[in-house]
């Protein structure tokens, strides 16, 4: 018998950490949890969606089902983030590690520079990806720092006129985010002239920002807005003349923009999950209401570790991120008990990054405030236990 | 009320074409169709998987749940199309689509040549979209006869010593395929020292083929073995050393066969229903039968045409496909009605691409007998009414 029967056997036992549905609490770091009202929705319209008599799964994307679905997606992201109309809103395949390279691959010349700021694993990629299409350069480096913060503007150090500066608002991994006190988004003062582009797939959506201090968005839908398989792209207009290179029809934004993210068959399912997260969205009360709820889910988490002597956060308190909270026991050892038995509590998917080691629990806007409670207790209970 | 919503009210009541399960006969060319057994197990298992307590849509890639399955669909498509282990299978994003210029970007030098088979719209597409990586041509060209047929092989012109060839086995649009009059596989003979790239996106999987004559082969999932958002990609080991030029990491073959279809996070849903769709393969017993069957069912429709002198279809005999049946009544006016009247007694998506008009019924492996009946049956009854 695995743990997770034992766990479902339990079911109305004494067990008391785990979700009312009888699911695990699932601390992915991505693709991680659902709304489950929205995964209720999915379960029957991919029986029969919107009454057409065809599952989402079967319609062609040309279909007016489908029509409905991709505008509708397309407005209510509007709706929730503020877009204006001079930006486009794409849905496109192939992962934010795509839009590493689509990026300079689209916007950088030969002979123009851009700045990347490393705060983490994945902008340590996205730096390498960029680097065949034009002079990128570093910045700023948290290397140096174990990634456990981002930059203060004046440890940056820019390049004389960079066409752009990429940064990653949540860095996953490390745990730590680009945000004031009161965890909303704090942006880097960059160069005159200069367009801001953010992958920003960790925390799309968990907290306001205004799209008009971006050039660029992106963000893998499968952490705050959606499922694995398609990436959410915002892009300022005047950005897709740019044309510093030859590009197949695929990989060029304005081929996206102008087609409406349907050059060819698009991910169908996934653009139908990111709009049903969508709509759950605006029933929460939007940006807002979900910022104040990630402010305080997280807050049940950071207090144990902030009183606690057993416990190390990873990332510097300035810099801790609303999503990720990473930490560790005392040991290896009871790390990896640690995650044992809050599996067998009903939490999964506590186990850190190989290059942080120790836990990290991802609390996505879809993570119930009680998931955020039962590792909280948790918590305190290992360490009275082991401590 | 929409007609689907009559449809529903009619259940049980004298209307005769529809599906048992009361939903639509679905016949769209893709997003098309899948097994309902395939979409009953999808609905269980997005809201708890294996037993897991975590649904698909919300498990990790690198959990040991996707583990299994990402490993259970390499092996049961091993096992379906009996491919070796010189053989990668991969899982990839983009569409066919994106497929066109992979291949030449991977495989193709800018001084080096590749013929091309034009047999339909995306043959077409296809061939422009390599023009950008090499010295491209066209061994032949089926645009002077509205793309009615495929070629004999003595109508090839094949340049000296091209690196590949490319075909598409099945038009979609048109609905023609390449094929031997028992509808099996047929191949066009090559020059020696080249090797075969096959588009089989609207037929893989629906006949037996062996892969050993192909060094690629690569099919859109939406059609025969799952749902849009992830490609199939067969391809021979040693092309995977081929590197006629430098390309991003997340578009070289190579580093999508070394890091197993995960160099980022994949799209994890569309693995999984073609995981599901590859075990119902194998428990319909395989690719022999599920050809005998989709023989059976296409002749219910082209008896139907060949028995009429109201209905024409578009392919010449020797070319008609079995996924794929295109075909018109006398007038537009009659076709529009055709479509009408099919949609009210059940029976979507039977309206024929723009380039072909007419209708178009796309009876993929999963579409029911009881489907092609019901629309043989339709098509007589229109013709007594209208003929």
């Known amino acids: 018998m695995s743990m997770a029967q034992t766990l479902r056997t339990n079911e109305g036992g004494s067990s008391g950490a785990r979700s009312a549905s009888g699911r695990m609490y699932n601390f992915s770091a991505g693709p991680g949890v659902l709304p489950e009202e929205v995964v209720r929705q999915a379960q029957e319209e991919i029986w029969d969606c919107r009454q057409s008599g065809i599952g989402i799964l079967e319609h062609s994307h040309r279909a007016p089902t489908f029509d409905a679905i991709l505008h509708e997606a397309v407005a209510d992201c509007r709706a929730i983030g503020d877009i204006p109309s001079d930006y486009h809103v794409l849905f496109m395949t192939g992962g934010a590690t795509s839009q590493n390279f689509l990026v300079p691959a689209n916007l950088l010349g030969q002979e123009e520079t851009a700045d990347y700021i490393t705060t983490g694993y994945w902008a340590e990629r996205t730096f390498e990806h960029a680097q065949m299409f034009g002079k990128v350069r570093e910045a700023w480096d948290g290397r140096p720092l174990a990634h456990r913060r981002v930059p203060e503007d004046a440890e940056i150090s820019w390049s004389s006129s960079p066409v752009y500066v990429h940064m990653c608002s949540n860095n996953t991994i490390y745990g730590t985010q680009w945000r004031l006190a009161d965890g909303s988004l704090r942006l880097p003062k960059i160069p005159p002239g200069s367009f ?153 998917n506590l186990r850190g990054h190989r290059a942080t080691g120790g836990m990290r629990a991802s609390v996505y806007n879809a993570m119930p405030d009680e998931g955020c409670k039962a590792l909280a207790d948790f918590m305190r209970e290992f360490e009275r236990r082991h401590g």
Chains 1, 2 share one sequence.
């Open 196 to 348: 801001l582009v953010c992958d920003m797939c960790s925390d799309i959506f968990s907290r306001p920002f205004d799209v008009r201090d971006f050039g660029v968005v992106y963000a893998g839908a499968q952490k705050n807005v959606g499922v694995a398989g398609v990436s959410l792209v915002l892009i300022r207009d005047d950005l897709l003349s740019r044309k510093p290179r030859e590009l197949p029809l695929m990989l060029q934004y304005r081929v996206m923009a102008r087609d409406e993210s349907r050059h060819n068959t698009p991910p169908v399912f996934p653009i139908y999950m990111s709009g049903l997260v969508f709509k759950w969205i605006l029933r929460q009360g939007g940006l807002g209401a979900l910022h104040a709820r990630n402010v305080a889910k997280a807050a049940l988490i950071y207090d144990v570790l902030d009183s606690s002597t057993f416990y190390t956060g990873h990332a510097e308190r300035a810099s801790r991120s609303l999503m990720n909270v990473t930490f560790r026991t005392p040991s290896e050892k009871l790390d990896d008990l640690f995650v044992r038995e809050a599996y067998d509590a009903g939490m999964d």
